[in-house]
């Protein structure tokens, strides 16, 4: 029997955290009837970034795997996207499905990368350094293709300028199609995000997730029990990378456009700012400390970029130096909107010979 040191995070099993939860979805239903729509399209881009904080938190938080790539499969997503739909020539229907075919592409390279890293056994601070150097690789190399020889079909890569053309996503609706931006984009996505998360929190509160938790703890010892933690964590790294995928895809049918920048050292590291800064090991604070954060940057940005590139270093560092559980999750604490987890109680347990003896 393998007894969990810290089962998952389990923000909002209280009832008062239900009622602000439904509280502020009713909000965000109604924000776009009060506001106009280049700010509803502000937000919908911020909730767009929020889904690669999500992913962060699945493999960093709940499984213990530091990844510093977040922003390649981003980048993997969007330039897949712009190939796929340019040379389809996409509309309707189909740039979904463009959309779709740069998640799986995205998804196989992680589960490629993931495969040599976590069956390699490569973890702790490697594992951050070898995500962060392909990240660094694939936008040195990229930002090396300007020339009219880097293109696939009618898609030209365009060096540092990044490509551009794609066009943005479109629904179908009654023999119409809806283009997804302003206020259509906004409601998409908000949708995406909700659904996105219930499913993490179902996930993270499973079975699976128990395990996921037990192998961030102790991961020899989850072994010994009988748990493939290697297939746990290959399977969380995808499923993590798969939404920073889905992340840069929306993107950059937002924008119509994706820079090698968006895969460089600043970039790359703000996810890592903004999950450790709201609370990495729960899901409800790292959705809300990280748009919470994006508004805060993108609003200080507008005066000074290099203030605020400043002041998500200095929050990093008050982070680890005070609340290394992270700002939002310690503020949520001490407003008891934690739910039982921290009640006295039995805890919840793993026990042997769950799998079979692990490969």
């Known amino acids: 029997m393998l007894r969990k040191l810290n089962g998952p995070q389990t923000m909002g099993n209280s009832r008062a955290f239900w009622a602000g939860f439904v509280a502020m979805l009713a909000i965000a239903l109604l924000y776009p009837a009060v506001s106009d729509p280049y700010d509803v399209g502000n937000v919908a881009y911020l909730l767009i970034f929020t889904l690669t904080a999500l992913g962060l938190s699945l493999m960093w938080g709940y499984t213990g795997m530091f990844s510093f790539g977040q922003t390649a499969f981003f980048g993997v997503a969007g330039y897949s996207y712009g190939v796929i739909s340019i040379n389809l020539a996409a509309s309707g229907a189909m740039t979904l499905l463009c959309l779709l075919g740069a998640i799986a592409v995205a998804a196989l390279f992680a589960l490629l990368l993931g495969y040599f890293l976590i069956y390699g056994r490569v973890s702790g601070v490697f594992f951050g350094i070898v995500t962060f150097a392909t990240t660094l690789a694939l936008a ?46 906004y409601y998409f996505v908000l949708g995406l995000l909700l659904v996105i998360y219930l499913g993490l929190r179902v996930l993270v509160n499973s079975r699976f997730g128990n395990v996921l938790v037990a192998i961030r703890e102790d991961p020899l010892r989850t072994e010994l029990l009988g748990y493939d933690v290697r297939k746990y964590q290959l399977v969380a790294f995808v499923i993590g990378s798969s939404l920073a995928a889905l992340s840069g895809g929306l993107y950059t049918a937002w924008g119509q456009f994706i820079p090698p920048a968006s895969m460089g050292l600043p970039a790359a590291a703000m996810p890592i700012i903004w999950v450790a800064f709201s609370g990495r090991q729960d899901l409800t604070a790292t959705m809300v400390g990280t748009f919470l954060l994006l508004l805060m940057f993108q609003t200080i940005t507008v005066y000074s970029q290099q203030y605020a590139l400043i002041l998500m270093g200095f929050l990093l560092l008050l982070t680890v130096l005070l609340v290394p559980s992270g700002f939002v999750y310690g503020i949520a604490r001490s407003l008891s909107l934690i739910g039982r987890r921290d009640k006295p109680g039995p805890e919840p347990v793993l026990r042997a010979g769950a799998e079979g003896p692990s490969s």
């Not at 880097?150 to 551009?164: E, P």
């Open 140 to 185: 040195a190399f990229f930002g090396q293709t300007a020339g009219p020889e880097w293109a696939i079909g009618q898609a030209r890569f365009n060096g540092f300028n990044g490509m551009i053309g794609m066009p943005p996503l479109e629904l179908p609706w009654s023999g119409d199609v809806i283009v997804l931006e302003g206020n259509a984009l």
